[in-house]
């Protein structure tokens, strides 16, 4: 019937890729390779570098001293000398120091604490092992602080606060989108800081019931763990919406690279901050999921010990991103009203979307 009209066939038609397409594509391949670089950068070699470790000698005075005391490599550690023995134990059981060595009439002791990072001991162990098998010298471990029997490898506070850090962006993002154009407004927005609020403490206590009593890996001290998850989720949630209110969209790819592909390396869960290279050990001062790790281990197993840092850190995330979040959506009270409905859930559901894609990426 076709060639009967004169009418030539239809060609197969294919749909055209647009920019947006093509853009996504190649945001989503730039966040892989930036995910498989950091992790190569900040694990790939891990190492000893100045770590700081105690020095006592029995009795004081004595003829050994720390340049007598030789290890390899030479800038592993750094002496702190110490007076006595109990105030060098108290030190690593503290966790201010992550090794103490003991020397008394010829023999060594190494006061470690893998619970407060078991790479860091294990590396001392080394070292010292080797130092005192090519002097002829008696060693001998002891490990003040170990780790739980469930979780022989330290990665419970990891994957826990691995956890907080994407729900605390995640949850942020869903909850912008059920508040929907709302939250540009000033009302809406206190309500959906009130919501993240809400939220970090339930996400913070179903955290400490999953990782303590069901998977035992982190136990005991629930209600100050789901004090640290409450405040670490805050920040992140905070932090993100502080990014999508004052970028848009583009706003929560900060965020992603800020928590995720920056965040998570530095964290320290998997390899301790000391033993990153220099520029992911200044990551690990300033990032909030070093500051989770730290709390959360100094709760489990150093009694609060050395929290302040830390929860500094936190308190200024969120701080920050509120005092973000509240002048950006003040500014924009007078422009608000004139965008329409549809362009404003527009926008929501655009943000949403990246928001989905970037859980994803985390995961």
């Known amino acids: 019937m076709t060639a009967a009209h004169g009418m030539a066939p239809k060609r197969a038609t294919f749909p055209r890729l647009s920019a947006k397409v093509v853009i996504s594509a190649l945001a989503a391949v730039a966040i892989q390779l930036a995910l498989v670089a950091a992790w190569a950068g900040a694990m ?7 770590q700081p470790v105690g020095l006592v000698v029995v009795p004081p005075g004595g003829s050994v001293a720390a340049p007598a005391i030789s290890v390899r490599p030479a800038d592993a550690v750094s002496w702190r000398p110490l007076p006595d023995a ?14 103490a060595l003991v020397v008394r009439d010829g023999r060594q002791t190494l006061l470690v604490a893998s619970a407060g990072g078991a790479a860091t001991a294990q590396a001392l162990t080394q070292v010292f092992t080797g130092q005192a098998q090519a002097t002829g010298a008696a060693f001998q471990v002891r490990d003040l602080r170990p780790l739980h029997s469930d979780d022989p490898r330290g990665l419970g506070v990891f994957v826990l606060v691995l956890g907080w850090v994407i729900g605390g962006y995640a949850g942020a993002m ?8 709302r939250v540009r407004r000033m009302g809406g927005m206190v309500g959906l800081l009130i919501s993240l609020a809400g939220y970090a403490v339930a996400a913070a206590a179903l955290g400490v019931l999953l990782i303590d009593p069901l998977l035992g890996m982190v136990t005991g001290h629930p209600a100050e763990l789901i004090g640290v998850g409450a405040l670490l989720v805050f920040a992140v949630a905070a932090f993100a919406t502080a990014m999508l209110t004052l970028m848009g969209p ?3 790819m900060v965020a992603v690279a800020t928590l995720v592909i920056l965040g998570n390396p530095a964290s320290g869960g998997m390899v301790p901050v000391s033993m990153l290279p220099d ?3 200044f990551l690990g001062e300033v990032l909030p999921n070093a500051a989770g790790v730290h709390l ?3 709760v489990s197993y150093f009694g609060g010990h050395g929290i302040s ?3 500094i850190v936190l308190i200024c995330y969120a701080g920050a991103a509120l005092l973000v979040t509240t002048a950006v959506t003040w500014r924009r009270r007078k422009t608000a009203p004139r965008m329409s409905a549809a362009a404003m859930a527009r926008d929501e559901v655009e943000s949403m979307e990246l928001a989905i894609a970037a859980s994803g990426t985390a995961l």
Do not use: S
């Open 86 to 99: 109990a105030t060098a134990t108290r030190a690593v059981r503290h966790g201010d120091l992550a090794g």
């Open 279 to 281: 520029g992911w050990r």
């Open 309 to 311: 840092d830390p929860l």
């Open 44 to 50: 790939g070699k891990p190492a000893l570098h100045e």
């Open 250 to 252: 583009a706003g929560l």
């Open 296 to 298: 959360v281990r100094a």
């Open 174 to 181: 869903l909850l912008v989108r059920a508040f929907g154009p």
